[in-house]
């Protein structure tokens, strides 16, 4: 499941609110659970998600512990021009992701 | 007097088709919404992967599911809505899961998956999203009737070290509250399903595993023709209901 969910909306009105929905699937593993063996788990969750609307910088998330797996982001941002969402995130392992979607503004 | 006794009895016996309830009638109002909004429900995590894997071509024989079948919204609507079947090339009553694998094996020359396995629940949560909305319409004939009687006997007989059977939660007391959250009455619309709990998909045998292990019985092992009677005894009780593949569940 190495892609994720994103909802964009395909057309737009200039200067429109749109909502922007993202899920990611990840373990968002704690760190505090222990395996069968008494072990710790290392931590391993994503950290950071940014998104950027034609290389502007329109939201940032820092993540924490204690939030569920597979993490759903959503939020609104205005409708200015063509072009593309770039979502770009950040995990425990410093393995970065990317994801885009078209959006397209009359 | 005794028509009363009679009466009475049978009302217990059985959740009274009247008041036929999927599992998303007892789940939160949050829980729904998150299974309303597609782009919410992390069951489609999985199916987003299952329409790969459905293109994709795989073992010696070289074919995908689609060289076959073709458009899935066509060739396996319907399919999670009468499953389990009797398959005579078995000769036993089959899951979707061992469709699955029988198809990978046989036609396609590839191994088989394993239970649990994410591409497993990919395809399984797939085809059964193209069931979505349909009434549950398992067939019960002279070749999967013995199949069913014991799917039926394993939901009624009392075990584990409490001494419970399926059936006093899910017959009998539904609707009353367990550990914060209420007894659904067992109908399997939703499997594959995403449960919060379990933070990702999983199949109708490993909430049968839950359930059995909440009992302290002894969960027989993944491959078990138990598992199969019980989920066609139960998907036969649910005649009517909707399929609602991927569910989210609490």
Request: charged share 25%; glycine share 6%.
């Amino acid at each position: 499941m190495a892609r994720p969910l994103i909802n964009v909306p395909a057309k737009a009105k200039k200067g429109e609110v749109v909502d922007i929905k993202i899920l990611i699937s990840h373990p968002m593993e704690s760190g505090q659970r222990r395996d069968n063996s008494g072990q710790p788990i290392a931590r391993d969750i994503i950290n950071l998600l940014v998104c950027t609307y034609n290389d502007t910088e329109v939201f940032r998330a820092e993540l924490f512990p204690a939030i569920a797996a597979n993490p759903f982001l959503s939020f609104c941002t205005v409708a200015t021009e063509t072009g593309t969402l770039k979502f770009t995130w950040t995990d425990d392992h410093g393995t970065v992701d990317t994801a885009t979607a078209p959006i397209e503004v009359t | 007097m005794i028509r009363f006794f009679v009466v009475a009895l049978l009302a217990f016996a059985a959740v009274a088709t009247a008041q036929k309830k999927s599992g998303y009638e007892f789940s939160s109002r949050e829980t729904q919404a998150m299974q309303d909004d597609d782009a919410a429900n992390p069951g489609f995590l999985w199916v987003q992967q299952g329409e790969t894997l459905w293109n994709r071509r795989d073992g010696a024989a070289g074919k995908s599911c689609a060289d076959c079948h073709g458009e899935a919204n066509n060739s396996v609507r319907g399919v999670a809505a009468r499953y389990p079947v009797f398959a005579p090339e078995a000769g036993a009553v089959i899951d979707i899961e061992q469709r699955i694998n029988r198809c990978r094996t046989e036609h396609q020359q590839a191994k088989p998956l394993a239970y649990e396995s994410d591409d497993l629940l990919a395809l399984t949560s797939f085809v059964g999203k193209q069931s979505r909305a349909m009434s549950i319409d398992v067939a019960i004939d002279a070749r999967a009737r013995s199949t069913f009687e014991r799917g039926k006997t394993l939901f009624e007989q009392r075990q584990g070290q409490i001494n419970l059977s399926c059936s006093q939660c899910h017959d009998d007391n539904w609707g009353k509250q367990l550990a914060g959250s209420p007894i659904p009455q067992a109908h399997p619309t939703g499997y594959p399903a995403y449960r919060l709990e379990w933070q990702t998909l999983g199949s109708l045998r490993r909430r049968l595993r839950n359930c059995l292990i909440g009992m302290r019985a002894e969960a027989p092992p993944y491959e078990s023709a138990d598992y199969v009677a019980l989920e066609l005894f139960l998907m036969a009780r649910a005649k009517g209901l909707a399929i609602d593949t991927p569910s989210v569940r609490r």
